[in-house]
């Protein structure tokens, strides 16, 4: 079975730029949630999205917003973008929200 | 607020020792999970540990679960060094909001050397 895919695999991008990261679930998962690491630190909680709707956010700015496609993909935005912006960006598909979350390959985003 | 501490973050081990790596979370969680992490990639997942007194045993590595002092440990016997990574801890918040989020520990680096 395929895993967790994202994509771009990495992404560079200048301050004030917005971005959009994408992420497909495993097969029958129906639960999809975006974590943030920054170098050197654990993962940091973003969202998490199930059947469609907002079931979690994170202590993240508004310039972070998420959704979740009735395919139960899903897709990160960041807008006006910042250097501290510049992470890992790690999906996590589960079949429920509390069930055992899979992480995909992440995106890297690289913010100059 | 569901906090998650590791101890220790640094470890450099020789090949042959053992060692246990321990992760302390701060309110009552569903669950605890062990991820591993090699470098510039994705999480692994380890162990999930549902309930006190939960041990499951992967190979050289074991990891237990006591909720009652909210402690997580990870065993390692007889280190190799393809154990060599970054390995995390992660609580499941226990319900209210964000109930499916997992506030995750610093990591521990482990070195094994020859």
């Known amino acids: 079975d395929a895993g967790v895919t994202q994509s771009p695999t990495h992404l560079i991008k200048t301050r004030g730029q917005q971005v959009t990261l994408r992420c497909s679930p495993i097969s029958g998962h129906k639960s999809v949630s975006w974590y943030q690491q920054v170098l050197g630190q654990g993962p940091q909680f973003i969202f998490q999205y199930y059947e469609k709707e907002e079931r979690g956010r994170g202590n993240f700015p508004d310039r972070f917003s998420a959704r979740q496609f009735p395919n139960y993909s899903s897709e990160l935005n960041v807008n006006a973008l910042l250097l501290g912006d510049s992470a890992l960006y790690l999906c996590?598909?589960?079949?429920?929200?509390?069930?055992?979350?899979?992480f995909g390959p992440g995106t890297r985003l690289t913010v100059l | 607020e569901l906090k998650v501490e590791q101890n220790p973050l640094f470890l450099s081990m020789q090949e042959g020792k053992n060692y246990t790596i321990y992760c302390n979370y701060s309110?009552?969680?569903?669950?605890l999970y062990w991820y591993r992490q090699d470098p510039g990639k994705s999480l692994e997942s380890l162990f999930v540990l549902l309930s006190n007194g939960a041990v499951k045993q992967e190979g050289r590595l074991m990891a237990s679960l006591d909720t009652k002092a909210r402690l997580s440990t990870l065993h390692i016997t007889a280190a190799v060094h393809d154990l060599s990574a970054t390995y995390f801890c992660?609580?499941?918040?226990?319900?209210?909001?964000?109930?499916?989020?997992?506030?995750f520990g610093q990591g521990t680096i482990l070195t094994v050397h020859p």
């Open positions: 309110t009552t969680s569903d669950r």
């Open positions: 996590a598909s589960s079949r429920w929200e509390a069930d055992t979350q899979y």
């Open positions: 992660a609580a499941l918040n226990a319900g209210g909001t964000s109930y499916g989020k997992l506030t």
